[in-house]
């Protein structure tokens, strides 16, 4: 089983609210993904959890705010986003961050977020 | 710097006409070649890794190839619900920091018409 969960699917919010976004797997995966994705693009790193530390900040603006609470979960906190930040947001893990045959990053189905 | 481009951009298929997409790559030093396939307003769904050239892959309809500088995407006899956005990334061996990260092709929007 390779599934990656995350809620909620939809999220609409204005620009002064706080929601979170969420994200689970239960592969015994050690690394955990957050992208972004705007339409017709790629998607775009954002933070990479190894062991459930921080290990890269893609230079993410302070109002994205992640939270690795155990090895199955991962958060992302919103507060005072722009309408620019309306996007698709996805969630991945992999096995390991090195490691041959462990790096393949698996994606869950995303959410998609607006902002008013 | 590691690059990924990926062509055409976009192809369009009779259903049973084979093709093939085609990313080619630099990067310092390769640890692993993915390939996703992305449907509208979903996740990227992941087809393939390979790691060495001359390495090959295949899965129902489709046929992962890789070599020093591309990796080619066969597609046999599409059928039109292999219409999607494929993807191609790199993972890069440029040290500690580069652990994890991804560098995405634009992508190749393939669409099959029955």
């Known amino acids: 089983d390779t599934e990656v969960t995350q809620t909620p699917k939809h999220l609409v919010m204005g620009m002064t609210n706080k929601k979170s976004l969420k994200c689970e797997q239960h592969m015994g995966h050690r690394a955990m993904y957050w992208y972004k994705q705007k339409a017709k693009k790629p998607p775009e790193l954002m933070f990479v959890y190894s062991y459930e530390k921080l290990s890269i900040n893609e230079s993410v603006p302070s109002r994205f705010s992640p939270e690795c609470p155990n090895s199955s979960l991962l958060n992302l906190h919103l507060h005072a986003l722009q309408p620019e930040d309306s996007a698709l947001y996805l969630c991945?893990?992999?096995?390991?961050?090195?490691?041959?045959?462990?790096?393949?990053?698996?994606f869950g189905p995303g959410t998609r977020l607006l902002v008013l | 710097e590691d690059q990924v481009t990926q062509s055409p951009e976009a192809l369009r298929l009779q259903e049973g006409e084979s093709s093939s997409l085609n990313c080619s790559y630099t990067v310092s030093g390769l640890r692993g070649l993915f390939w996703y396939r992305q449907d509208p307003g979903k996740g990227p769904e992941f087809l393939f890794t390979?790691?060495?050239a001359g390495e090959e892959k295949e899965k129902e309809r489709l046929k992962a190839t890789l070599t020093k500088k591309e990796s080619f995407l066969h597609i046999t006899a599409p059928k039109p619900e292999d219409s999607a956005t494929y993807l191609c990334a790199v993972q890069g061996n440029a040290g500690g920091t580069s652990y994890g990260k991804l560098t995405f092709g634009q992508g190749t929007i393939l669409t099959v018409h029955p």
């Open positions: 991945a893990s992999s096995q390991d961050i090195a490691g041959a045959g462990q790096e393949t990053q698996y």
């Open positions: 390979l790691y060495s």
